[in-house]
T-cell receptor, first 112, second 114 residues
Framework: GENVEQHPSTLSVQEGDSAVIKCTYSDSASNYFPWYKQELGKGPQLIIDIRSNVGEKKDQRIAVTLNKTAKHFSLHITETQPEDSAVYFCATLFSGTYKYIFGTGTRLKVLA | NAGVTQTPKFQVLKTGQSMTLQCAQDMNHNSMYWYRQDPGMGLRLIYYSASEGTTDKGEVPNGYNVSRLNKREFSLRLESAAPSQTSVYFC?????????????FGQGTRLTVV
């Protein structure tokens, strides 16, 4: 079936360290892989995305990598700061439909 | 520019009552979505509408109905609320483009069924 698995469910890191969150998807024809950040009491917001013709994309301290053969993609946050503490979701848009499916989320805590 | 607007923000229902959650977007997007968010379960897709005039089931459609009233509005109806439907509900909209297909979310509706 169409699903996205996300790990870990919680992650605690010291300020300044790196954080990595991984997702695996089921539809080999998926071609769009975004990451969202959700702060307390708000809806999720897009922070970075990647298309299937690109292996890695960076935007300042965040990066996303994609391995289409293994059907997984990862979010990397370097030099973490307290304001990075939030819930992060991976997602994918399944090909041939407009189904936008999200992972189960990772609660990131950056410890000062 | 309001983006995606959901009403109400909070609601308490008794078991068996019905209600409709409203969602409107002002970005001229074709696709709209309803999700529920429960602790440890992430965002689960209830129903979606790829374009005006079409609706399709998502991952957890049982107990819900939807209406795509026009391009702007997409409502979610609970005909007979159950405690298992206690959750935070999010509406989202998106437009498929070559560059990206970002989903824009409303602020959420916190629903409690007692």
């Amino acid at each position: 079936g169409e699903n996205v698995e996300q790990h870990p469910s919680t992650l605690s890191v010291q300020e300044g360290d790196s954080a990595v969150i991984k997702c695996t998807y089921s539809d080999s024809a998926s071609n769009y892989f975004p990451w969202y950040k959700q702060e307390l009491g708000k809806g999720p917001q897009l922070i970075i995305d990647i298309r299937s013709n690109v292996g890695e994309k960076k935007d300042q301290r965040i990066a996303v990598t994609l391995n289409k053969t293994a059907k997984h993609f990862s979010l990397h946050i370097t030099e973490t700061q307290p304001e990075d503490s939030a819930v992060y979701f991976c997602a994918t848009l399944f090909s041939g439909t407009y189904k936008y499916i999200f992972g189960t989320g990772t609660r990131l805590k950056v410890l000062a | 520019n309001a983006g995606v607007t959901q009403t109400p923000k909070f609601q308490v229902l008794k078991t068996g009552q019905s209600m409709t959650l409203q969602c409107a977007q002002d970005m001229n997007h074709n696709s709209m979505y309803w999700y529920r968010q429960d602790p440890g379960m992430g965002l689960r897709l209830i129903y979606y509408s790829a374009s005006e005039g079409t609706t399709d089931k998502g991952e957890v459609p049982n107990g819900y109905n939807v209406s795509r009233l026009n391009k702007r509005e997409f409502s979610l109806r609970l005909e007979s609320a159950a405690p298992s439907q206690t959750s935070v509900y999010f509406c989202a909209s998106s437009e498929r483009r070559a560059g990206n297909t970002e989903a824009f979310f409303g602020q959420g509706t916190r629903l409690t069924v007692v």
